[in-house]
């Protein structure tokens, strides 16, 4: 049975900084694709960041680009989103999903976790 348990959510001030995490268990840990997606209230889900474990060069949203870093752990089964000057709008619930692929389609993925809440506010 795969299992996606995310954690590392919490309230931020602008500027800030917080690392997700996403351990992985129930299937081979390097033959999934990983991806974060973020969903705010009233707005759509929506693609933030994914490593693939082939080790071609990870994809990131524009809005995160140079401010976010996904990087995975295959010895803990756990993949990481660094999210650094953070801004009100990056407030969102956060879910780490695996596919058998990266892209930047959530219905590629068709594992989800239960996701992480993100509030950056002063």
């Known amino acids: 049975q795969v299992q996606l348990v995310e954690s590392g959510g919490g309230l931020v001030q602008p500027g800030g900084s917080l690392r997700l995490s996403c351990a992985a268990s129930?299937?081979?840990?390097?033959?999934?694709?990983l991806g974060w997606f973020r969903q705010a209230p009233g707005k759509e889900r929506e693609f933030v960041a994914a490593?693939?474990?082939?080790?071609?060069?990870?994809l990131y949203a524009d809005s995160v680009k140079g401010r976010f870093t996904i990087s995975s752990d295959n010895a803990k089964n756990t993949v990481y989103l660094q999210m650094d000057r953070l801004q009100p709008e990056d407030t969102a619930v956060y879910y780490c999903?695996?596919?058998?692929?990266?892209?930047?389609?959530?219905?590629?993925?068709?594992?989800w976790g239960q996701g992480t809440q993100v509030t950056v506010s002063s």
């Open positions: 999903a695996a596919a058998s692929w990266m892209t930047m389609s959530d219905r590629n993925y068709g594992y």
């Open positions: 129930g299937f081979t840990f390097g033959r999934r694709d």
């Open positions: 490593i693939s474990w082939s080790g071609a060069r990870p």
